[in-house]
């Protein structure tokens, strides 16, 4: 499996870059899947359904699942930050791709997403994780970098650059949980 990270303030662009991301990647045959984090309290589930009023009974963990997907909700005692890798470590063995959105102060290589309009610092000059910057503004980052300058509105030529590089993304779940 590969992981790539994207970080970047709010309303750069991560989201909208992932969501084309996702296509690009399958189009070549690969099988995506994401690790998003959610910096408030958010639910997947509603009032009355089931697996709702098994959670709201104290349940631990609830799976359900159909023929066409499956969710696990799990209810933590007490707050619990889980990392990048344990939440990595979830996902299904055989996907070809991870791409991580947030978790910008994750060990995880990473893309910046940049757009000079945010007003925003880039990050890319800190980080030594930052691989490349993806911008639709290249001539307004602050400083020269020999790291890739990725075009932000172009999702293909992003998806190359990772098929292009994929053994420097690849990860092993030996390396983090020694």
């Given at each position: 499996m ?12 991560k ?5 084309k ?9 690969l ?11 958010f639910?997947?589930d509603?009032p ?8 709201e009974a104290?349940a631990f963990e ?9 969710a696990?909700m ?21 996907v ?7 978790f ?5 290589l990473?893309?910046?997403?940049w757009r ?35 075009d932000?509105?172009?999702a ?12 420097r ?10």
């Open positions: 590969n992981v790539i990270g994207f970080a970047g303030y709010s309303g750069s662009g989201t909208s870059l992932v969501e991301l996702i296509p690009a990647l399958k189009l070549r045959g099988r995506v899947s994401v690790v998003k984090h959610a910096h408030h309290r639910d997947i509603h009355g359904k089931d697996t709702y009023r098994h959670r104290g609830v799976v359900v699942a159909s023929t066409n997907r499956l696990l799990r209810e933590f005692e007490k707050p619990a930050e889980l990392t990048v890798h344990q939440l990595i470590a979830e996902l299904y063995e055989g070809d791709w991870v791409l991580v959105e947030g910008k102060h994750s060990d995880l990473k893309i910046e997403v000079a309009s945010s007003g925003q610092p880039t990050r890319y000059m800190e980080d030594d994780f930052i691989v490349a910057i993806a911008t639709d503004s290249p001539g307004q980052l602050p400083q020269a970098t020999l790291r890739p300058v990725l932000l509105n172009d293909d030529a992003v998806a190359d650059y990772l098929v292009n590089n994929q053994k993304f690849a990860y092993s779940f030996d390396d983090r949980f020694d």
